[in-house]
């Protein structure tokens, strides 16, 4: 079902080069989250635990390493060359099943166990679909689909890029939303977050970094010093490329209390991951232009659950005002007449440089996509002023 080790979103690659180049002795844990309580039939486990042991004899072809070094340069050689002998080891894996119950685990050090989560949700994705018989809408409706989509994306004047790799319905099916956005003459899409698929349509690979960046900063340096630790680390690393910054690990409140002057002309601009869109835009508007900054000159990419609809609303509330692209993922490689499942995968645990255990929390603008235990959830706003905060 993984026919490349580049079948992955981008920002797994990204991050892992961070993580070799600052913290290679550090180790992680992360637990599978059945966020939509989906009930797993008799023998999922099995099938999935197969699927897992085939991964490790993935391997960066000699395309795929020229793709990288090419399209890359910020991926220095000496990293693509670690991923070239890099091999997935199925031990790093527990699966368990109770009933419908699934429950996964990841543990090992944070530079190899970091490319799992992704290729793991998409596995479970398609093997769900596959094992409960579900049948999707055919080839001609996914394309016809797609087609519209970018029509109404192209009339709006903005850039997007697919960004649904791990709640996809198939590789079958993001490969051939992909192909199509490629292949259709539009002005609108600019690449994708698969990096074999990028390769394979000859497109741009994006992205950046994830909430488990900020997490680990978070475990390892304080919650105060979470934002501002992250932020500083990956400009050390990539120097002013990959210059979006995620802003809502720990609520958008606090990160634009610590995303300075250096930081906001250093990034070229914020991801929106959770909350009101619109709330946010003008939130970020008012933060650079408090600080000097004419909002033009940056911008929004928004990735929180989109489809044409909301990318129509945000665009007309922010056009003009602030540079924006989105990045629009289950909408485009999971409308398939079937309903996407909600299932994510979670960092719960670093091991530090104390050599100690530390949970993991995420605060999201959402409080329903909030992680952590509830002791390190209280006692994370408590440091940084949230208590009053659901």
């Not at 709006?156 to 649904?164: D, M, Q, T, V």
Request: glycine share 6%.
């Amino acid at each position: 079902m993984i026919q490349s080790i580049l079948d992955n979103d981008f920002y797994k690659l990204t991050m892992q080069c961070a993580v070799i180049n600052l913290f290679p002795n550090r180790k992680a844990n992360y637990e599978f989250i059945n966020r939509g309580k989906h009930k797993f039939p008799e023998g999922f486990d099995v099938m999935l635990k197969w699927e897992i042991s085939k991964m490790q004899n993935l391997k960066l072809t000699k395309e795929e390493q020229e793709f990288l070094l090419k399209t890359c340069p910020y991926l220095p050689p000496t990293y693509v060359d670690f991923l070239k002998g890099y091999r997935y080891d199925p031990n790093e894996i527990l699966v368990e099943q109770s009933g419908n119950d699934l429950k996964i685990s990841i543990s090992g050090y944070w530079y190899r166990t970091i490319l799992w989560e992704v290729p793991l949700l998409f596995l479970i994705s398609e093997l769900y679909y596959k094992i409960t018989n579900a049948k999707r809408k055919d080839d001609k409706y996914i394309i016809e689909s797609t087609k519209n989509k970018l029509k109404t994306f192209d009339g709006l004047g903005i850039k997007f890029a697919e960004f649904g790799t791990r709640r996809r319905h198939s590789f079958e099916v993001q490969n051939l939303v992909t192909k199509t956005l490629t292949e259709t003459p539009n002005n609108s899409f600019i690449g994708t977050s698969n990096v074999y698929l990028a390769m394979k349509n000859n497109i741009k690979p994006i992205g950046t970094h994830a909430h488990e960046w900020f997490m680990f900063h978070a475990a390892e340096y304080g919650f105060k010093m979470a934002n501002s630790m992250s932020l500083e680390n990956w400009s050390s690393v990539y120097r002013g490329d990959l210059g979006v910054a995620l802003s809502d690990t720990y609520t958008t409140e606090v990160f634009f209390k610590q995303f300075d002057k250096k930081f906001s002309k250093l990034f070229d601009g914020v991801r929106h991951d959770s909350g009101d869109p619109i709330e946010f835009a003008n939130k970020t508007i008012e933060h650079y232009k408090r600080l000097g900054i004419n909002p033009l000159y940056k911008y929004i990419v928004f990735s929180d659950g989109l489809n044409s609809e909301k990318v129509t609303e945000i665009t007309n509330a922010c056009k003009g005002k602030i540079g924006i692209s989105f990045g629009i993922g289950t909408s485009l490689t999971n409308d398939t007449g079937l309903k996407p499942m909600n299932i994510v995968i979670k960092l719960t645990k670093v091991l530090t440089s104390d050599n100690e255990w530390v949970d993991t929390v995420k605060l999201s603008d959402e409080p329903n996509k909030n992680t952590g235990t509830d002791k390190m959830i209280l006692l994370a706003k408590e440091l940084l002023g949230l208590t009053n905060k659901n």
